[in-house]
């Protein structure tokens, strides 16, 4: 129960509900532990030979006992069942609060099918616990509290020894209740996979076709599929055990009731009416003491389930907010947000994904100022994206510093220093929204003119304006419906509207040809005035404007200037501009 204690703050928002809730399981249970004693009067009354009128006020006393329990138990269901239903969904929006606000590294060591096994079955099993799990067994309780008391009145011998049983009972569920502990662990674990291999297939469908994989990924699911089922099957042999097992433990104390009650009977010692109302009591604790199994295995379940959310819960995002906001956060700052030079500068910055793994970037020292365009190029691997990463703060740096405006990126709010750039990153993710949503997502409420012209300058209005639904167009799962292209510049649009102050294109233009990319550039010169812009391409033309062009090599800078300058070099960039001619003489002459 160590893990689900972190269930008491939210048990402590719904104390009201659920101190109602047990009050109508108590008055519920007061009338169905009273039936059997009426029963009980009724059975003597006739051996007595008593007249119809007092068997029909017996009769109308079980009806309307009956009824007063059931109208109770339908308000325990209307209390309890809905307060974990309101914990589930409080649940829930803290994991998702709790994931959002994880650094990029987190997700590098937790696959999305993880996350979403978390989400559901993980929070349901939580749910079931807080929901069935603390209705019956405050049901059981009470019950079989009730039960033992009214048992005790008729015969208090008889009822210790029909009770003998119990600890047994205990001691079994104890320890199956382990054992599906162990294996519904292993089954939530066999679900992760599972789940993660779904996704991984949905989302890269393209490479499965491309590649006529489609066999190979249904039998490698299958696998996985089969091994789920048999972790499954495993764990119901288990549970299925248990059931028959309590059924006939408890069969023991019906059998010595029989036999005991019957000579007590016999000696005049216990009446027919209450040896019925004792074997009645003993029917109502059957259920009492099964569902003791299946409360465990609830309880088991929640455990482990709440043992993975809480590691979660307890993730702490290596990047993050500082601990003291200084006293000039909300210096300078317009309608909310910090208005920010751009000047920004890399002092010997030394950066690695992981301490395992080999530097990305060494002895990085660069000072970009505010409204400078700079273009930096290189070969696959040399450091490129890693260097704009870091500007937002997408992964820290371990040795060295990064400033902007002159002080450390590290002593902004993340939501200042983030809301001040504009980031087109290399692999375009567009939401299943709207076109328009997706190009506003910056913005808490929009407005349409904004959103039309900076799908203008980013190119992608002719295309929109040509489907039928123009920017109402819904988008499918990572703007499947659009090309590369126009996915390029549905993000470009994206980032032109946040209105940045920083502003950085990754590759923002691979996917469209040169022309388009020309248009774009020119749409964007306006924009570009008074802005920090970053332009990271492995076109020289995307570039050759630029005020400032850094040339990396393994993760270093190895050369620096304008576009002439670094012609007249003769080195890295002089290499791919000539190159780069050559091919587009070529495609000329084809």
């Given at each position: 129960?160590t893990?689900?204690?972190?269930?008491?703050?939210?048990?402590?928002?719904?104390?009201?509900?659920?101190?109602?809730?047990?009050?109508?399981?108590?008055?519920?249970?007061?009338?169905?532990?009273?039936?059997?004693?009426?029963?009980?009067?009724?059975?003597?009354?006739?051996?007595?030979?008593?007249?119809?009128?007092?068997?029909y006020?017996?009769?109308?006393?079980?009806?309307?006992?009956?009824?007063?329990?059931?109208?109770f138990?339908?308000?325990?269901?209307?209390?309890?069942?809905?307060?974990?239903?309101?914990?589930e969904?409080?649940?829930?929006?803290?994991?998702?609060?709790?994931?959002?606000?994880?650094d990029?590294?987190?997700f590098?060591?937790?696959?999305?099918?993880?996350?979403?096994?978390?989400?559901?079955?993980?929070?349901?099993?939580?749910?079931?616990?807080?929901?069935?799990g603390?209705?019956?067994?405050?049901?059981?309780?009470?019950?079989?509290?009730?039960?033992?008391s009214?048992?005790?009145?008729?015969?208090?011998e008889?009822?210790?020894?029909?009770?003998?049983?119990?600890?047994?009972i205990?001691?079994?569920?104890?320890?199956i209740?382990?054992?599906?502990?162990?294996k519904?662990?292993?089954?939530?674990?066999?679900?992760?996979t599972?789940?993660?291999?779904?996704?991984?297939?949905?989302?890269g469908?393209k490479?499965?076709?491309?590649?006529?994989?489609?066999?190979?990924?249904?039998?490698?699911?299958?696998?996985?599929?089969?091994?789920?089922?048999?972790?499954?099957?495993?764990?119901?042999?288990?549970?299925?055990?248990?059931y028959?097992?309590?059924?006939l433990l408890?069969?023991?104390?019906?059998i010595?009731?029989?036999?005991?009650?019957?000579?007590?009977i016999?000696?005049?010692?216990?009446?027919?009416?209450?040896?019925?109302a004792?074997?009645?009591?003993?029917?109502l604790l059957?259920?009492?003491?099964?569902?003791?199994?299946?409360?465990?295995?609830?309880?088991?379940?929640a455990?482990?389930?709440?043992?993975?959310?809480i590691?979660?819960?307890?993730?702490?995002?290596?990047?993050?907010?500082?601990?003291?906001c200084?006293?000039?956060?909300?210096?300078?700052s317009?309608?909310?947000?910090?208005?920010?030079?751009?000047?920004?500068?890399?002092?010997?910055v030394?950066f690695r994904?992981?301490?395992?793994?080999?530097?990305?970037?060494?002895?990085?020292?660069?000072?970009?100022k505010?409204g400078?365009?700079?273009?930096?190029?290189?070969?696959?691997g040399s450091?490129?994206?890693?260097?704009v990463?870091?500007?937002?703060?997408l992964?820290?740096?371990?040795?060295?510093?990064i400033?902007?405006?002159?002080?450390?990126?590290k002593?902004?709010?993340?939501?200042?220093?983030r809301?001040?750039?504009?980031?087109?990153?290399?692999?375009?993710?567009?939401?299943?929204?709207?076109?328009?949503?997706?190009?506003?997502?910056?913005?808490?409420?929009?407005?349409?003119?904004?959103?039309l012209?900076?799908?203008?300058?980013a190119?992608?209005?002719?295309?929109?304006?040509?489907f039928?639904?123009r920017?109402?167009?819904?988008?499918?799962?990572?703007?499947?419906?659009?090309?590369?292209?126009?996915?390029?510049?549905?993000s470009?649009?994206?980032?032109?509207?946040?209105d940045?102050?920083?502003?950085?294109l990754?590759?923002?233009f691979?996917?469209?040809?040169?022309?388009?990319e020309?248009?774009i550039?020119?749409?964007?010169?306006?924009?570009?005035?008074?802005?920090?812009?970053?332009?990271?391409?492995?076109?020289?033309?995307?570039?050759?404007n630029?005020?400032?062009?850094?040339?990396?090599?393994?993760?270093?800078?190895?050369?620096s200037?304008?576009?002439?300058?670094?012609?007249?070099?003769?080195?890295?960039?002089?290499?791919?501009?000539?190159?780069?001619?050559?091919?587009?003489?070529?495609?000329e002459?084809?």
């Amino acid at each position: 129960m160590t893990y689900l204690r972190r269930l008491l703050p939210y048990l402590k928002r719904y104390k009201r509900m659920l101190f109602i809730g047990f009050l109508v399981i108590t008055v519920s249970a007061v009338f169905t532990n009273l039936i059997p004693f009426v029963i009980s009067r009724a059975i003597d009354q006739i051996r007595n030979h008593t007249e119809g009128t007092a068997l029909y006020q017996y009769a109308l006393m079980t009806v309307g006992f009956a009824l007063i329990s059931g109208f109770f138990l339908y308000l325990t269901r209307q209390t309890i069942i809905i307060v974990s239903r309101e914990i589930e969904n409080d649940l829930r929006n803290d994991f998702l609060e709790h994931i959002l606000i994880q650094d990029q590294q987190y997700f590098h060591y937790h696959p999305t099918g993880d996350v979403m096994a978390l989400a559901t079955n993980d929070i349901s099993a939580v749910r079931n616990f807080l929901g069935p799990g603390i209705m019956y067994t405050a049901e059981t309780l009470i019950n079989f509290t009730m039960a033992i008391s009214l048992m005790a009145s008729f015969n208090a011998e008889l009822t210790v020894i029909a009770v003998v049983p119990i600890p047994l009972i205990s001691y079994v569920v104890y320890r199956i209740g382990r054992s599906i502990n162990h294996k519904f662990e292993l089954v939530q674990e066999q679900f992760s996979t599972l789940t993660t291999k779904a996704q991984e297939n949905l989302s890269g469908i393209k490479v499965v076709k491309a590649y006529v994989r489609e066999k190979s990924e249904i039998s490698s699911f299958k696998d996985l599929s089969v091994d789920y089922m048999a972790k499954n099957l495993s764990l119901a042999k288990v549970q299925s055990f248990s059931y028959p097992l309590m059924f006939l433990l408890t069969g023991f104390s019906v059998i010595i009731v029989l036999y005991l009650g019957g000579n007590k009977i016999i000696s005049g010692e216990l009446t027919i009416g209450e040896l019925t109302a004792f074997i009645i009591y003993l029917g109502l604790l059957t259920w009492p003491i099964i569902s003791l199994g299946w409360i465990i295995n609830l309880t088991q379940r929640a455990e482990a389930s709440m043992k993975r959310l809480i590691e979660v819960f307890d993730s702490k995002p290596a990047i993050d907010n500082p601990e003291v906001c200084r006293t000039d956060c909300a210096a300078g700052s317009e309608n909310g947000r910090r208005v920010l030079n751009g000047d920004i500068e890399f002092r010997n910055v030394n950066f690695r994904y992981s301490k395992e793994m080999p530097y990305v970037l060494r002895n990085i020292d660069l000072k970009i100022k505010g409204g400078e365009t700079i273009g930096v190029i290189g070969h696959t691997g040399s450091g490129k994206s890693t260097i704009v990463n870091l500007i937002p703060r997408l992964f820290d740096v371990e040795e060295g510093e990064i400033l902007v405006d002159g002080k450390p990126v590290k002593s902004y709010q993340l939501s200042e220093l983030r809301t001040s750039i504009g980031y087109v990153p290399q692999e375009t993710f567009l939401f299943s929204d709207s076109i328009e949503s997706n190009i506003a997502y910056s913005e808490n409420k929009f407005d349409k003119d904004k959103v039309l012209q900076a799908a203008k300058i980013a190119q992608i209005y002719k295309d929109v304006d040509n489907f039928p639904r123009r920017f109402d167009t819904i988008l499918g799962e990572r703007g499947i419906n659009l090309s590369g292209g126009q996915k390029q510049r549905t993000s470009i649009a994206r980032a032109i509207l946040a209105d940045p102050k920083i502003l950085i294109l990754d590759d923002a233009f691979s996917a469209v040809d040169t022309y388009t990319e020309e248009e774009i550039l020119t749409g964007l010169k306006n924009i570009m005035k008074g802005r920090t812009t970053i332009l990271i391409s492995h076109r020289v033309s995307t570039l050759k404007n630029a005020d400032r062009i850094i040339v990396l090599k393994n993760g270093s800078i190895a050369e620096s200037g304008t576009h002439e300058s670094l012609v007249q070099q003769e080195g890295i960039y002089a290499d791919i501009y000539f190159k780069q001619l050559l091919e587009e003489e070529l495609k000329e002459l084809q």
